[in-house]
T-cell receptor, first 110, second 111 residues
Framework: EDQVTQSPEALRLQEGESSSLNCSYTVSGLRGLFWYRQDPGKGPEFLFTLYSAGEEKEKERLKATLTKKESFLHITAPKPEDSATYLCAVQNQAGTALIFGKGTTLSVSS | EAGVTQFPSHSVIEKGQTVTLRCDPISGHDNLYWYRRVMGKEIKFLLHFVKESKQDESGMPNNRFLAERTGGTYSTLKVQPAELEDSGVYFC??????????FGQGTRLTV
């Protein structure tokens, strides 16, 4: 069964304190791994798509990487505005739906 | 460019009543998805339209849920009759490319 597990559930950082979020997945034939950001009361906002092991994508202070079993979202020198819930998802086998993890809630204090 | 629009943003109904949620996707996006997040759990897939056709409705909980997409444009999700366990946030998303879906702000349904 396709599954996505994210850790930690919650993460508190000081401004400037770099860290990584983990997303481990089980899927038959990865068709794509997706990272989203969600702010309270809003829908998920697309960040990155990764398709193959070794691939990396960057956007501002965020960098996503992918291995055969997991993905990391690295946050470099975070700012308070990076506080949000970060969601990881993979496409199902049929390619018709995203399977989400529960997310990691990041809080960055100044 | 307008994003995915959902309304209402909130709906509070009594058990046994009917509620209809609406989603307007990004113009030109053939793929439209419905997802739901129940409190404390992950976002879960409900169904997927390609234009006006249902591509995958394997996530629909039961026959109290009915989704339609008129002319391949906007979509509605009707819950009739609503039960307590239907409470949650219902998200609509649309995409041109598989997976790179753009989400609406969601409709919070309280039964």
């Amino acid at each position: 069964e396709d599954q996505v597990t994210q850790s930690p559930e919650a993460l508190r950082l000081q401004e400037g304190e770099s860290s990584s979020l983990n997303c481990s997945y089980t899927v038959s034939g990865l068709r794509g791994l997706f990272w989203y950001r969600q702010d309270p009361g809003k829908g998920p906002e697309f960040l990155f798509t990764l398709y193959s092991a070794g691939e990396e994508k960057e956007k501002e202070r965020l960098k996503a990487t992918l291995t055969k079993k997991e993905s990391f979202l690295h946050i470099t020198a975070p700012k308070p505005e990076d506080s949000a819930t970060y969601l990881c998802a993979v496409q199902n086998q049929a390619g018709t739906a995203l399977i989400f993890g529960k997310g990691t809630t990041l809080s960055v204090s100044s | 460019e307008a994003g995915v629009t959902q309304f209402p943003s909130h709906s509070v109904i009594e058990k046994g009543q009917t509620v209809t949620l609406r989603c307007d996707p990004i113009s030109g996006h053939d793929n439209l998805y419905w997802y739901r997040r129940v409190m404390g759990k992950e976002i879960k897939f409900l169904l997927h339209f390609v234009k006006e056709s249902k591509q995958d409705e394997s996530g629909m909980p039961n026959n109290r849920f009915l989704a339609e997409r008129t002319g391949g444009t906007y979509s509605t999700l009707k819950v009739q009759p609503a039960e307590l366990e239907d409470s949650g946030v219902y998200f609509c998303a649309s995409s041109q490319v598989w997976g790179e879906a753009f989400f609406g702000q969601g409709t919070r349904l309280t039964v």
